[in-house]
């Protein structure tokens, strides 16, 4: 059997309040008690009329929460968005507004980005203040950081390019580098490279014409698309402490000291770095050491060909300065190279005659150079850290922490693609994702923590247990007593 529904019920009238209506366990409810919203009115001062003329505009907790939903579930547009709150009662009650109130048209954001917030960096103080709270509830633990990049798929065809020649950016450690290099030379006797104006360099890029500031990403053989890279870092607790955006075809290590750089005010609690074998070079090792922090690395395979002798089988001694080959020849040093890497060359009449010569190099003059950079000291040391098991076990958490907010980021809160064009919207973007995953795990870890007992309460009902266990233990010893 079964009843039969009668759809007539839908259409009386019902006394209701709003708050009723939205389950006690949702999500937005946490949210909205996770944080007082209200600090985004002293964010916005200056950037509304003071005057009373004309129409009011929407509520600025209003207007934020707005955004905040489209990115807490990850939907598509703001278009979407006021569609999905317009409908939803749980949206409507987060946002402030009445059953029955017109929520704002899905245009308003769009304008008020455009004629208040654009240009400022209100966006990245409301991730700071979220990050702020999660830091004040004890939430955040930046013992370790955990650092890496993700590619976030641009809004543009990868047929409609075009080739240009851009100048080659100029790495933020090469004055300290050519300081160490000049030092270098002069201590084998050699003269400072030449300083002055450089030639101008260029490369050939491919980029695109339908988003020009994004980047050619390539993976692997086939894989090939416009997108940016988000550098992010983040804590033990997947808190995302800072990030950095930029065009797809920039290197990880190029966009670390950005990202690094904004993690100052956490030296004092930070003591390691965990980072992949993309960053695992002389200049990111030298910055991490230097700055009393241990770098979790992991094994980066040797990149040499097939059937030649690996870079670790030629052995470096150090009183005499040379490289010893696995024929047990000397490779005399040659010079420092503006590159930072020292040359070790071997005698090339010796090398003509050696039975090992087919396994060492293919040169057509017989000579085998092995490098060695000015700042290969801070790699054996990030090596000899891997052998660590504290460290190494830390770098195992990467699976778990970094790599787990980009696979939320992307499969819950729709950062896989974009719809936005251009380097500042798709850093708004990051922003409000980064913001709404701390906002998102602050309010969660705040409903757990009001849920569970404090260690007063637990510690005084543990002695209230043992109490009546201790008294029911007394009755019955008196009880056998008197029956004996």
Same mark, same amino acid.
């Given at each position: 059997?079964?009843?039969?529904? *009668? ?64 990115? &807490? ?85 990868? *047929? ?76 033990? *607790? ?71 002798? +690996? ?24 010079? =420092? ?59 195992? %958490? ?17 950062? +896989?693609? =974009?719809?936005?064009?251009? %380097? ?7 922003? &409000? ?8 795990? &602050? ?16 510690? %005084? ?8 266990? +201790?008294? *029911? ?12």
């Amino acid at each position: 059997m079964y009843e039969k529904k *009668n759809r007539q019920s839908q259409k009386q009238i019902q006394f209701v309040a709003l708050d009723d209506l939205v389950p006690k366990d949702h999500i937005l409810r946490a949210i909205d008690e996770a944080i007082d919203f209200s600090f985004i009115y002293d964010e916005v001062e200056g950037m509304y009329s003071t005057s009373q003329k004309g129409n009011l505009g929407v509520d600025p907790v209003s207007l934020f929460k707005i955004v905040f939903i489209q990115y &807490l579930f990850g939907i598509r547009s703001m278009r979407q968005t006021i569609r999905e709150i317009d409908v939803n009662v749980a949206y409507r009650w987060f946002i402030g507004y009445g059953l029955m109130e017109s929520v704002p048209h899905f245009t308003t954001f769009g304008k008020n980005y455009k004629r208040r917030f654009e240009g400022t960096d209100i966006f990245e103080r409301v991730f700071y203040r979220i990050l702020d709270e999660a830091q004040k509830a004890g939430f955040v633990d930046t013992s370790a950081i955990f650092i890496d990049g993700t590619h976030i798929k641009a809004n543009a065809n990868r *047929n409609k390019k075009e080739r240009v020649k851009v100048d080659q950016t100029i790495k933020n450690y090469q004055q300290e580098l050519e300081k160490e290099i000049d030092a270098d030379r002069k201590k084998h006797g050699k003269k400072p490279t030449k300083k002055g104006p450089k030639p101008p360099s260029g490369k050939s890029i491919c980029k695109s014409k339908t988003d020009p500031e994004s980047g050619l990403f390539v993976k692997g053989e086939h894989e090939r698309c416009f997108a940016y890279v988000a550098n992010t870092a983040c804590d033990k *607790n997947n808190f995302i402490l800072d990030f950095v955006v930029g065009a797809g075809n920039i290197h990880d290590s190029q966009m670390f000291h950005g990202v690094y750089k904004k993690l100052d005010k956490y030296n004092d609690t930070n003591e390691v770095v965990a980072v992949d074998a993309g960053y695992k070079t002389p200049a990111i090792m030298r910055e991490i050491i230097k700055n009393g922090k241990i770098p979790s690395v992991p094994y980066k395979r040797p990149m040499t060909k097939q059937g030649f002798f +690996r870079k670790y089988e030629y052995v470096y001694d150090e009183y005499y300065d040379c490289m010893i080959c696995p024929a047990n020849q000397v490779l005399k040093y040659s010079t =420092t190279n503006k590159e930072g890497y020292r040359e070790y060359k071997s005698d090339a009449k010796t090398c003509k005659n050696c039975s090992l010569l087919s396994q060492c190099t293919n040169s057509k003059n017989c000579v085998k150079v092995i490098t060695s950079h000015v700042w290969s000291k801070y790699m054996e040391l990030a090596e000899e850290y891997r052998y660590v098991p504290k460290y190494r076990d830390i770098y195992k %958490l990467r699976s778990q922490t970094i790599e787990r907010v980009f696979a939320d980021a992307k499969e819950k809160h729709a950062m +896989r693609y =974009t719809r936005m064009s251009g %380097l500042e919207k798709i850093k708004l973007q990051v922003t &409000l994702t980064f913001a709404c995953m701390n906002l998102k795990k &602050l309010a969660m870890w705040k409903k757990k923590k009001r849920k569970l007992p404090s260690a007063v309460s637990s510690f %005084l009902t543990f002695l209230m247990k043992k109490f009546i266990l +201790r008294l *029911n233990f007394v009755d019955k010893y008196d009880e056998s007593t008197c029956c004996g």
